[in-house]
């Protein structure tokens, strides 16, 4: 059986121009992906799309050149959100999807994301055989001079996607009179997400609309609010949207600036479709991020919460297999298979809009739904030699963390994990007592930090 050692929790991603986010990684790359999924006879398609970091020019026409030279054609999309990449994958019938994007993260990193012709992300198992091919065999896999694939640029990319958004809101409900500032990270969605909010009839405060090449999620998108949150206050609006740099994640601000996370997000959805009958599988699907009050509230619902592990493809693969048509991410990656299939920040905020606008209160009393229990998240950086998943075998932190549960008992939990994209490794507790659950992951940090010491 083939083993995943290049992809992690969301793709290949890394600093760009230095291994393994290379050229020369991306035409292999593009070379076995595009083997892979080869299969038949017809002239086949691939569709990339890209977020504005500079390093998209690097690596988009090395994939290309990749796709190509195992008999391709390349359809380029420009920039566009990561669900608009997923979404044009399926409408243009092509064999496979790639986004070249480091979502959050800062310029300086890059990353590569797969879809498959159902527009889903790649599984485990495909990612390992595409992986397997990269290192076994690329040279038989080129094709004659006269196979080659050729590359087109779709110029109504942005269009389509746009009137594929908008259809996902209610029919008959419109934005008129609605104030909102929208934080588009200088990413992906900085053309498309402005034009479809001003299209359904708001008046839009645009942020984070002019892209240079280095300031994707620079003090701007779902990470960095504060901007957002206080544009949203100096311009009376009454809400505020704030994307990543690839826009498949959304936070929201109510009128008086106060965040709304993905949980929050998610049992608002969740109440809005159960009262329609829309929501399928009897609940919702989160990972074992999300937070305890959600699984309280959703129980007080009448309503189910399944917990996955973190990442989006984890959770969309728990929802094609028990029939959720609901689920996401506290980060605020929602998806919403229904409407796509993967994390759309713009389609889900757009949901969270009807909401607000059918019940016709303040965003700070209807999309506050629940009091989320104290939650403290703390990030340790692995720097020497031994990798996360070592450090957390380690007996003094295997100590610290089984100290910390007897600590909490049934009144909390812990959850330690490293990151897939990241040498960190993420110490999460949450609880009844605030005071406690801070103190149980400053001791687990404490241990961790002296046990990575060089």
């Not at 020369?24 to 006879?41: E, I, K, Q, S, V």
């Not at 640029?153 to 409900?173: H, M, N, Q, S, W």
């Not at 993905?262 to 937070?291: E, K, P, Y």
């Not at 340790?380 to 998943?389: E, Y």
């Amino acid at each position: 059986m083939n083993t995943r050692t290049l992809f992690g929790t969301d793709g290949v991603r890394g600093t760009a121009n230095t291994e393994p986010m290379t050229a020369d990684l991306a035409l292999r790359l593009g070379m076995a992906a595009g083997a892979y999924f080869t299969r038949g006879d017809h002239r086949h398609t691939v569709v990339i799309g890209k977020d504005t970091r500079l390093s998209g020019y690097l690596l988009e026409p090395a994939l290309t050149a990749g796709f190509i030279a195992v008999g391709m054609d390349v359809v380029l999309l420009g920039p566009l959100p990561t669900p608009a990449v997923a979404m044009l994958t399926r409408s243009l019938r092509a064999d496979l999807g790639v986004m070249i994007s480091a979502s959050h993260n800062a310029y300086q990193d890059n990353g590569i994301k797969l879809f498959g012709p159902n527009g889903f992300k790649l599984s485990d198992a495909a990612e390992a055989e595409i992986e397997h091919l990269l290192d076994n065999g690329l040279e038989g896999r080129r094709v004659s001079p006269d196979a080659l694939g050729r590359a087109r640029r779709l110029d109504d990319a942005g269009g389509r996607y746009i009137e594929a958004v908008k259809a996902t809101f209610p029919r008959g409900l419109r934005l008129d009179g609605l104030k909102i500032v929208l934080d588009c990270a200088h990413g992906a969605a900085y053309r498309v997400a402005p034009r479809v909010l001003w299209e359904l009839g708001a008046e839009v405060i645009p942020l984070g609309i002019e892209p240079d090449g280095f300031n994707i999620n620079r003090d701007r998108g779902s990470l960095a609010t504060e901007a957002m949150r206080h544009a949203v206050v100096a311009h009376g609006a009454d809400l505020g949207l704030a994307l990543d740099g690839d826009a498949d994640r959304v936070v929201l601000a109510d009128e008086k600036g106060d965040l709304v996370d993905g949980d929050q997000v998610l049992a608002v959805i969740a109440r809005a479709w159960r009262d329609d009958g829309r929501l399928r599988g009897g609940g919702v699907v989160a990972t074992v991020m999300s937070n305890l009050g959600l699984e309280h509230h959703l129980k007080d619902l009448g309503l189910s919460l399944a917990r996955t592990p973190v990442g989006d493809r984890y959770v969309v693969e728990h929802m094609r297999a028990q029939g959720f048509n609901l689920g996401g991410e506290q980060s605020g990656h929602i998806v919403m298979s229904d409407v796509g299939t993967t994390g759309d920040g713009l389609a889900a905020g757009l949901q969270v809009l009807a909401a607000l606008v059918q019940g016709g209160r303040p965003a700070s009393a209807a999309l506050t739904v629940f009091e989320p229990l104290p939650q403290v998240l703390r990030n340790v950086r692995v720097a020497g030699p031994r990798a996360p998943a070592e450090v957390l075998t380690l007996t003094p932190v295997t100590a610290a963390i089984a100290e910390g549960e007897a600590r909490l008992t049934d009144r909390g939990r812990i959850l330690i994990r490293k990151s897939g994209t990241e040498p960190l490794i993420r110490v999460m507790a949450e609880g009844e007592d605030d005071a406690l659950v801070s103190a149980v992951v400053d001791d687990i940090v404490t241990v961790i930090q002296a046990s990575v010491a060089p």
